[in-house]
């Protein structure tokens, strides 16, 4: 078992977050679903505090590689979801573990400018670097739970400004640095992600809405989606690497935009009919990639375990 802890891929926290996420998309269609998911959430999240607890040398060298830097942003992520399923049973430590999430995320975001971004290599930026900087917008989705849609507000605009701002910068890195290697590929379809993630933290933590500011957003995460799954699609024929959690959350955020887009328009009389089957679409497509994610990342670990016993 210590193996296997002390192995297990900084990557797992975007399964984690994507499991987490799936939980929440699917709570309309069965709240035991959504458990089953917070449960699996949990688990994998208690894997991962396990090996920053014992092995925090490890965590702290994994953390000088701007790729497994970054993604680390999905343990944060994960705690702020994770906080809001377990609620009923943590009253207002809920609340405190939220707010440590936040905090956590902040140092993460502090931590990877000092070291990555003010001496910036530009082949050395991915895709990665939106969970850092627009990652900390889960706050946003999550601040109704505690009646903190000021604090969601102020983190949403900071979010979204850093979207635009690492829209340009990382586009213009794999525009002008074509040569990627094979286990960072699948991080390209993470750009389906900042977008769709600012759309429900808009929906969920500012009062005054401007719709067609919101319709703007969508039309862009929905290019973006399409980018990112044909992406995905080609690449599900690499062998495995951790980066396939790359294939989760951002697949997951989008079916819950599209999904609560096509909610808040007709919540003001403007019922969008297409919507309905490109959120069913999208819900079917989500839960295929957590799924299939999921598995791999069980039997990579299993593999991984048996061969060091067997060493």
Same mark, same amino acid.
């Given at each position: ?37 917070? !449960?699996?959430?949990? $688990?994998? @999240?208690?894997?991962?505090? =396990?090996? &920053? #607890? *014992?092995?925090?040398?490890?965590v /702290? ?28 049973w943590?009253?207002?430590a ?18 990877f ?17 939106y ?9 946003s989705?999550?601040a ?6 000021d604090? !969601?507000?102020?983190? $949403?605009? @900071?979010?979204?400004?850093? =979207?635009? &701002? #690492? *829209?340009?910068l990382?586009?213009? /890195? ?23 993630l ?23 995460a ?56 490109v959120? *069913? ?11 299939y ?6 039997w ?12």
């Amino acid at each position: 078992m210590g193996n296997m802890i002390k192995k297990i891929p900084i990557p797992l926290c975007g399964v984690m977050l994507g499991t987490a996420a799936l939980g929440n998309l699917l709570q309309s269609y069965s709240e035991g679903i959504r458990y089953i998911c917070g !449960g699996i959430a949990g $688990f994998l @999240f208690m894997l991962v505090l =396990l090996k &920053l #607890l *014992l092995y925090p040398e490890v965590v /702290r060298e994994d953390l000088k590689n701007p790729i497994l830097a970054s993604v680390a942003g999905a343990f944060s992520m994960s705690l702020m979801l994770l906080s809001v399923y377990f609620k009923p049973w943590l009253g207002a430590a809920a609340y405190g573990i939220w707010l440590l999430a936040i905090g956590l995320h902040i140092l993460l975001i502090l931590y990877f400018t000092v070291k990555f971004i003010v001496k910036l290599h530009m082949p050395k930026v991915f895709a990665s670097y939106y969970i850092v900087y627009v990652g900390i917008v889960t706050a946003s989705v999550t601040a109704p739970s505690y009646e903190r849609e000021d604090v !969601g507000n102020v983190i $949403f605009w @900071f979010g979204f400004i850093s =979207l635009i &701002l #690492l *829209l340009v910068l990382i586009t213009i /890195r794999y525009i002008k640095y074509r040569e990627i290697g094979e286990s960072e590929k699948p991080l390209i379809c993470i750009y389906a992600a900042p977008f769709n993630l600012c759309i429900v933290g808009y929906l969920q933590s500012v009062e005054q809405k401007n719709y067609e500011f919101l319709m703007g957003m969508f039309i862009v995460a929905s290019i973006l989606y399409v980018f990112a799954l044909v992406k995905a699609v080609s690449y599900l024929r690499l062998p495995f690497y951790p980066s396939y959690a790359s294939f989760t959350f951002p697949f997951v955020i989008s079916a819950t935009a599209a999904k609560q887009i096509m909610n808040a328009f007709a919540d003001r009389g403007d019922v969008i009919p297409y919507l309905q089957y490109v959120v *069913l679409i999208e819900t079917i497509i989500a839960t295929i990639f957590v799924v299939y994610t999921l598995i791999r990342f069980l039997w990579f670990l299993s593999v991984r375990t048996w061969n060091c016993q067997k060493m």
